[in-house]
């Protein structure tokens, strides 16, 4: 799966789970760069983003994501 | 508990409620609802319905019981719910629960349950009412 095709599904998860009508994530995207993006909805997102791809994260590895790039990171090694 | 343990030991929970005048009545002075499809009967027969509609907020109530009192282990919390009304429920109605694993995340730490209402009654095939979801959370 391309990176830009992962950005995009993004995108829309994003924009359903916050309620926004658009955005524009790259890779230095951080939660402080979206107001409606706090602790809850982290988690329904998290949730949103398993479904979408069908995967599985782990608690330590979402522990460790810095930023958007590195949970597309993330959802690239496991759709490998 | 771990919420893997929580998913494996709760599997599908049924429970039957009943929308007794003492849930009416307790419903509508929580909310202080008093809006004439719930209290006046004539107005909801010009309406089309044979009597005064419960309140659907009810069923939410009935929810806030199955996480609180029914899984289980008592360290849990609501994080998200919702809920569609497919048919009116009228007093003395009895609501049947049922209540399947529906996604797991051990990631976050939630597990969401699909939710079915349906009116049960002695002879009659029992009818959904209302359907939904709820997603807990265990307490840290």
């Known amino acids: 799966m391309e990176r830009s095709e992962i950005y995009e599904k993004l995108n829309e998860i994003f924009c359903d789970v916050l309620d926004l009508d658009e955005v524009h994530l790259t890779d230095a995207s951080v939660a402080d760069d979206i107001e409606e993006w706090d602790s809850l909805s982290h988690i329904q997102l998290i949730v949103a983003i398993e479904k979408a791809f069908g995967i599985k994260f782990t608690s330590l590895e979402i522990m460790k994501w810095n930023n958007v790039g590195e949970m597309v990171n993330s959802i690239i090694a496991k759709k490998q | ?140």
């Open chain 2, 1 to 140: 508990m771990t919420i893997a343990e929580l998913a494996e030991q709760t599997g599908k929970i049924e429970h039957t409620y009943q929308v007794s005048p003492e849930v009416y009545h307790a419903f509508q002075s929580c909310s202080g609802d008093f809006n004439p499809l719930h209290t006046d009967v004539a107005f909801a027969q010009s309406k089309g319905f044979n009597d005064c509609v419960m309140y659907g907020n009810i069923l939410n109530a009935f929810i806030s019981h199955f996480v609180g009192m029914l899984l289980p282990t008592k360290e849990v919390m609501i994080q998200s719910q919702d809920i569609s009304f497919h048919k009116p429920v009228f007093l003395n109605d009895q609501i049947a629960l049922e209540a399947t694993v529906d996604t797991v995340s051990e990631a976050v730490g939630i597990i969401e349950f699909k939710l079915k209402f349906r009116r049960i009654s002695e002879g009659v095939k029992p009818e959904l009412v209302a359907k939904g979801h709820v997603q807990i959370g265990l307490l840290k």
